[in-house]
T-cell receptor
């Protein structure tokens, strides 16, 4: 099956700093990627997505970067706030399949 | 508000009993999914349904069953055949199973079997 992994299982940042969460994926045929945020006891919440024909996409305080050469995905959160504390997952989907494959997640802690 | 509702939030059962988890969506999405989440692991797909009266097994379907009689509803039954049923179960939906559209998740049901 697919293998979607994260470089760091935990990340602590000071409030106001920028956060970068990384994700490595194994299937070069994957063409759609999503970042999710999951707070304790809740379901994953969609943050931002990107298609393989793009290298970068920006949302409100978030930016996703896709490097297809090294099969790497990152999520940047600007001016990190305490409410950003959560587990962040990446997910990938191949253009021929109906399934998403999820990474194990990175736990982000924002220090006030 | 449109969304996905899973109930109950917490469920306790004795070993050997079947249990059914509810999932309802009012997003008018065609596709619905069930995932299982265990500590330290990524979400794993149990079953998915692309359209009413049709569903396919995911990676870990053994010991589970589903039905899709209505577009809005996709209940999951955890049977006594599931060897390790204690987990956090997440239901999701998407506009279409094909193409690139994100999954929308409910807030999960935590099942504990003793």
């Amino acid at each position: 099956g697919e293998s979607v992994g994260l470089h760091l299982p935990t990340l602590s940042v000071q409030e106001g700093d920028n956060s970068i969460i990384n994700c490595a994926y194994s299937n070069s045929a994957s063409d759609y990627f999503i970042w999710y945020k999951q707070e304790s006891g809740k379901g994953p919440q969609f943050i931002i997505d990107i298609r393989s024909n793009m290298d970068k996409r920006q949302g409100q305080r978030v930016t996703v970067l896709l490097n297809k050469t090294v099969k790497h995905l990152s999520l940047q959160i600007a001016a990190t706030q305490p409410g950003d504390s959560a587990v962040y997952f990446c997910a990938e989907k191949g253009h021929t399949g109906n399934q998403f494959y999820f990474g194990t997640g990175t736990s982000l802690t924002v220090i006030p | 508000d449109g969304g996905i509702t899973q109930s109950p939030k917490y469920l306790f059962r004795k070993e050997g009993q079947n249990v059914t988890l509810s999932c309802e969506q009012n997003l008018n999405h065609d596709a619905m999914y069930w995932y299982r989440q265990d500590p330290g692991q990524g979400l794993r797909l149990i079953y998915y349904s692309q359209i009413v009266n049709d569903f396919q097994k995911g990676d870990i379907a053994e010991g589970y069953s589903v039905s899709r009689e209505k577009k809005e509803s996709f209940p999951l039954t955890v049977t006594s055949a599931q060897k390790n049923p204690t987990a956090f179960y997440l239901c999701a939906s998407s506009i279409s199973p094909r193409g690139n559209s994100p999954l929308h998740f409910g807030n999960g049901t935590r099942l504990t079997v003793t």
